[in-house]
């Protein structure tokens, strides 16, 4: 809780991009609320199959996932830009070593929100991704992004 309470009023200064008192002291009241109602609730509930007690794990798949989604944002533009228009699309099956259905939903949601590449089917642990390139074909592979859901699984 602590730790949580210390990145919301972190996140709470840096935007507000104020240090007086009143900030601090408004920031704070806030960042204690959250975080005691987000511990309370994340005690009581767990959803199955992951476990967000350490609120750092999911920020920093979060942190991750944007940055992997901007990456790709930049590579897509760059491809549709070409005037050769490098493209290489097809169908990719890919297994994964997720166990819960939560942990199998967010990486093909991640999958889905990253530009070039869509989750097309899920059946057991194995995916069907429709990939732009061949670049994204391979990327899937060293993903870190699943990586960060199986440190949620435990």
Do not use: C
Not at 135 to 140: D, F, P, Q, V
């Amino acid at each position: 809780m602590v730790a949580f309470f210390v990145i919301l009023l972190t996140f709470w200064l840096i935007t507000s991009g104020s240090f007086s008192f009143q900030h601090i002291f408004i920031g704070g009241l806030i960042s204690l609320s959250v975080s005691a109602v987000y511990t309370r609730m994340f005690k009581k509930y767990q959803i199955s199959g992951i476990k967000i007690s350490k609120p750092y794990i999911l920020l920093d798949y979060l942190f991750h996932l944007v940055v992997d989604i901007v990456r790709a944002n930049i590579n897509v533009a760059k491809i549709v830009l070409s005037p050769r228009m490098p493209i290489s699309p097809g169908m990719v099956k890919y297994r994964t070593k997720l166990k819960s259905d939560v942990g199998k939903v967010m990486l093909a949601t991640s999958i889905t929100l990253t530009p070039g590449t869509l989750t097309v089917d899920v059946e057991g642990d194995e995916f069907l991704v429709h990939v732009l390139t061949e670049e994204n074909a391979l990327g899937l592979t060293d993903w870190g992004i699943e990586e960060k859901i199986m440190k949620m699984e435990g």
